[in-house]
């Protein structure tokens, strides 16, 4: 299940869970909903805190772990703490239910400022922190059209757009600590026909030593052969329709690209490493665009903030333009 999402398009990722899920239990959903922790904090802040009740582990009142969740605590506890403080997986599957459990209360009981949840839910779905997917035909068409359908092509996804997706790779919870940004240039036309270079620069800002102050559930524990404290992603990067991804750079050199096309879209996949400390950026450059509406990107939301996180255009300077 913890794999569904390897691929950014979410109507794949939520079909696939359902009968993932049908096969383990016999039961049918109706949809899948996906909710990050930066969208739950919103939800919280209009619900106000939410009690933890029935925890199923005696790390809360030993304080380890907070006892309410609020729209402040409850990205880093989520993401992080709970790695740090529970290292059975099966007490951390029953912390989270708990947790799915106390907020789902909350937000369906109308806890809160309805308006104020209104404008939260609402934030959420234009970050595309909520992702909604139906299993009914007529309701999935509806969604469709709109970002919040997660979807990778169709009416959704404008005709100049970009996205910029990001998988862990480390086989661990080490992704967390990552920072990010992306960065569309445009480059000079080529053969009558516009490029674009995607620019993502990320930033490792786990402890030096982390190696030894995190614990291995965290660092992977070099399992998967990623040293311990390192990050390894695979950025992945989805050109416009009918477009060619050209190349691949890492930190101005060029590197090896692993090629695809998804829904007559190119497709653009690196994958790099990240000490303690240590930032790289990966370029990715299309061609061939026949588009010549304004270029937009969509990421993978991250923990940050969206405007910290996708910068403004930087324009081409060519010689000889008029």
Not at 34 to 58: F, M, R, W
Not at 165 to 170: A, I, M, P, S, V
Not at 237 to 260: L, M, R
């Amino acid at each position: 299940m913890q794999d569904v999402n390897l691929t950014p398009d979410f109507p794949t990722a939520a079909s696939t869970a359902r009968q993932m899920w049908e096969k383990r239990t016999g039961e049918k959903v109706d949809g899948v909903l996906s909710i990050d922790p930066v969208g739950l904090s919103y939800v919280l802040d209009a619900t106000g805190p939410v009690q933890l009740h029935e925890p199923e582990n005696t790390l809360l009142s030993n304080g380890r772990l907070p006892s309410e969740l609020t729209g402040t605590n409850v990205v880093s506890t989520l993401l992080s703490d709970v790695y740090k403080a529970i290292d059975n997986t099966a007490v951390q599957d029953a912390y989270f239910a708990n947790v799915a459990k106390e907020v789902y209360g909350a937000f369906s009981s109308g806890t809160g400022d309805p308006a104020r949840l209104v404008q939260g839910i609402s934030r959420a779905a234009d970050e595309r922190r909520i992702l909604l997917w139906s299993a009914d035909p007529e309701i999935q068409k509806v969604i469709s059209n709109y970002a919040m359908s997660g979807a990778t092509s169709g009416q959704s996804v404008s005709a100049a757009q970009f996205g910029v997706y990001f998988n862990d790779g480390t086989g661990a919870k080490m992704d967390f600590y990552v920072k990010r940004t992306v960065q569309l240039l445009e480059e000079c036309p080529r053969d009558g026909y516009s490029r674009m270079t995607v620019r993502v620069t990320s930033t490792n800002t786990a402890p030096v030593d982390a190696k030894s102050t995190l614990p291995d559930y965290v660092t992977g524990g070099g399992v998967f052969g990623v040293p311990e404290g390192t990050v390894q992603t695979n950025v992945i990067a989805y050109g416009p329709v009918q477009a060619n991804v050209e190349s691949a750079a890492v930190d101005g050199n060029k590197t090896d690209i692993a090629a695809h096309r998804h829904s007559n879209r190119p497709v653009g996949a690196v994958t790099m490493s990240l000490a303690p400390g240590q930032s790289k950026s990966v370029e990715l450059t299309f061609g061939k665009i026949v588009q010549h509406t304004e270029p937009t990107v969509v990421v993978t939301p991250t923990i940050q903030s969206l405007k910290d996180v996708v910068l403004t255009m930087k324009p081409a300077v060519c010689p000889n333009a008029k």
